[in-house]
């Protein structure tokens, strides 16, 4: 049977995913358990969502983070525990373009791939330069509207469906 997982859920996980695929695991165990109680409230049950909202939030990664990807998995929300460049920045992308990813989050991880100018795909390209137009924005009122120009070019790009059930 599937259910539908709630918008402001999805975005939830799709934040989770990426904060694991950049490596901060440790900071994702509380916000996992929390996410996966609200799962529960919204009727969101997999064996995934069930072992995770009965961790210990003072479980560590190496007893909590099989439990954890194999709720996030069970969501539609593809991450592992060894990941590379080319599995991690789509994670990653779909989070900032779609699920409201910190800037702090999304910036590390897009200049560390990055290539040369030449080298740049038009997606690229169109980041980096409103990243070089965000450094310039007078006030926190411009900056917000280039990061919003910024999440607008990423789903324009991105050829994607967020998942909307549960198995």
């Known amino acids: ?13 799709g934040r989770l995913a990426a904060r694991i695929a950049i490596g901060r695991r440790s900071e994702s165990i509380p916000k996992a358990i929390e996410l996966a109680c609200d799962l529960l409230v919204g009727d969101v049950v997999t064996p995934g969502v069930l072992e995770v909202a009965t961790l210990n939030s003072d479980a560590t990664w190496r007893d909590s983070g099989e439990h954890i990807l194999k709720m996030v998995n ?4 593809g ?10 920045w789509p994670i990653i992308l779909r989070a900032f ?13 897009f200049l560390n791939r990055l290539p ?15 990243l070089d137009e965000l450094d310039h924005a007078a006030d926190t009122q411009a900056r917000q509207a280039v990061v919003a120009r910024m ?14 059930s549960a198995e």
């Open 1 to 13: 049977m599937t259910q539908q997982i709630p918008v402001s859920l999805q975005a939830r996980v």
């Open 74 to 77: 069970s969501l539609g929300f």
């Open 79 to 88: 991450v592992t525990e060894a990941e590379d460049e080319a599995t991690v």
């Open 97 to 109: 373009g779609f699920w409201d990813l910190r800037l702090n989050d999304f910036y590390g991880p």
């Open 116 to 130: 040369v100018w030449d080298e740049q795909g038009a997606l690229d390209r169109s980041l980096n330069l409103l």
């Open 151 to 164: 999440r607008a070019v990423v789903q324009k790009a991105m050829d994607w469906t967020a998942p909307s």
